[in-house]
């Protein structure tokens, strides 16, 4: 069992940044490809980035890439997204989510955070 547990959403202004983090309990956490999806109001859950077990490898949806970061430190069972120029349409709730093989869709994920609100305004 994975426990993931997010923290660091809130309210921003269009072209700010905030850093999401998620810790995972459990000490397996570096088996696990980790990600980040995220749910906008009426809309359905999409895919916003994962990253490998050693961190190597990183997948991002194209509407961030160049602005979000993901990364994560295994000695600390966290993963993180960094979110730079934040626009509007970033507006959701953010999941944190753990994979043991592929993630880039809902079905391909083991474990999910309970979600954190991120809010950007124009």
């Known amino acids: 069992q994975v426990q993931l547990v997010e923290s660091g959403g809130g309210s921003v202004q269009a072209g700010g940044s905030l850093r999401l983090s998620c810790a995972a309990s459990?000490?397996?956490?570096?088996?696990?490809?980790m990600g980040w999806f995220r749910q906008a109001p009426g809309k359905e859950r999409e895919f916003v980035a994962s990253?490998?077990?050693?961190?190597?490898?990183?997948w991002y949806t194209d509407s961030v890439k160049g602005r979000f970061t993901i990364s994560r430190d295994n000695a600390k069972n966290t993963v993180y997204l960094q979110m730079n120029s934040l626009k509007p349409e970033d507006t959701a709730v953010y999941y944190c989510?753990?994979?043991?093989?592929?993630?880039?869709?809902?079905?391909?994920?083991?474990?999910w955070g309970q979600g954190t609100q991120v809010t950007v305004s124009s």
């Open positions: 990253i490998s077990w050693g961190g190597v490898s990183t």
């Open positions: 459990g000490r397996t956490f570096s088996s696990y490809v």
């Open positions: 989510a753990a994979s043991l093989g592929r993630l880039a869709r809902e079905s391909q994920v083991d474990y």
